[in-house]
């Protein structure tokens, strides 16, 4: 167990609707990271937040927003959704104090399947 | 640009023998590196890491990597496979601003009884 939580863990929904993906951080770890994972595009990165700041971004589309929450946990937002972004979206969290930043601990998963 | 190859989409070894999987980067300084493994449909599961010093580093259920500068590899292996071993298995290093971790394509596991 990373200690990393990840809600729901599966999610089937329609073309063109919106769902939140929720992921909760290892206890005083700073950093979240958002990752997909499909078939045809292997592991991406998705975006970093650092203590609510947006860090970094990677291949993210338009369609996809995140925020990260005062208690840290975070959350994405998937819009307009396509059969395209049926995929497994990983959270992962790294960054507590005085531990190393380069090492991120990874959530379960959330299994979304877009109809 | 930080990258990192996986030349073998599949491989399967039988119970019992040994294994090594192939992971080649592209880094500008010293990487870190890392090796998660993946069973059907569970998470990633962190294996081994290699952050500095020791170029063969130890991980959990049995597995080792070795680091090679100067073959930009960091194979792992593994002296006596079990069919519990069987998943994909990803090879990673750390980008240069730590931000995002950048992952191989990853290979499938498959024990042969």
């Known amino acids: 167990d990373s200690g990393v939580t990840q809600t729901p863990k599966h999610l089937i929904t329609a073309t063109g609707q919106r769902v939140t993906l929720r992921c909760s951080p290892r206890s005083g770890d700073l950093s979240v990271y958002w990752y997909q994972q499909s078939l045809d595009q292997g592991l991406q990165f998705l975006i970093q937040?650092?203590?609510?700041?947006?860090?970094a971004k990677g291949n993210i589309l338009e369609r996809f927003s995140a925020q990260q929450f005062p208690d840290l946990h975070s959350e994405l937002n998937l819009s307009s959704l396509e059969l395209g972004d049926s995929a497994l979206y990983f959270c992962?969290?790294?960054?507590?104090?005085?531990?190393?930043?380069?090492?991120?601990?990874f959530g379960p998963g959330t299994r979304l399947t877009v109809l | 640009a930080q990258s990192v190859t996986q030349p073998d989409i599949h491989i399967t070894v039988s119970e019992g023998a040994s294994l090594e999987l192939r992971c080649n980067y592209s880094?500008?300084?010293?990487?870190?590196l890392f090796w998660y493994v993946q069973s059907p449909g569970q998470g990633l599961q962190l294996l081994l890491k290699y952050f500095s010093g020791d170029t063969l580093v130890q991980g959990i259920k049995g597995f080792e990597a070795e680091f090679k500068r100067s073959q930009s590899s960091f194979n792992l292996r593994k002296p006596s496979v079990h069919w519990s071993d069987a998943a994909e298995y990803f090879c990673a290093v750390v980008s240069s601003s730590a931000s995002k971790i950048i992952f191989g394509s990853g290979t499938r596991l498959s024990i042969r009884p």
């Open positions: 937040y650092y203590n609510g700041e947006e860090r």
């Open positions: 880094y500008g300084a010293t990487p870190y």
């Open positions: 992962a969290s790294s960054g507590r104090p005085g531990g190393s930043n380069n090492e991120q601990f």
